[in-house]
Nanobody
């Protein structure tokens, strides 16, 4: 059974930085496409970033491009999201997700089979 556990969330001032981690277990992590999503109160869950299993391809939502960096360390079964220049509108619960088949549906919630429990990120203005 694949299990994903996020960590690293917290409270930060606008303009600050946070680094989220997603630890994976229970599967061949290195072959999965891995993504980050976020959900603000009263809003739908939205795509943030994805990294394919080889780690050589990344894709970002326009809203975070240039500020966030996704990466993965397959030797540690861990994915990261470095978030810089944080804004109040980045406040949300952040979720990591895994697609074992790497189907290419990277921006869709339905494109992932496994989800973590989420970690809260709050940016104060």
């Amino acid at each position: 059974q694949v299990r994903l556990v996020e960590s690293g969330g917290g409270l930060v001032q606008a303009g600050g930085s946070l680094r989220l981690s997603c630890a994976a277990s229970g599967g061949p992590f290195s072959t999965y496409a891995m993504g980050w999503f976020r959900q603000a109160p009263g809003k739908e869950r939205e795509f943030v970033a994805v990294v394919r299993w080889r780690g050589g391809y990344m894709h970002y939502a326009d809203s975070v491009k240039g500020r966030f960096t996704i990466s993965r360390d397959n030797t540690k079964n861990t994915m990261y999201l470095q978030m810089n220049s944080l804004k109040a509108e980045d406040t949300a619960v952040y979720y990591c997700a895994a697609d074992p088949r790497d189907r290419g549906l990277w921006t869709l919630v339905t494109g992932y089979d496994y989800w973590g429990q989420g970690t809260q990120v709050t940016v104060s203005s």
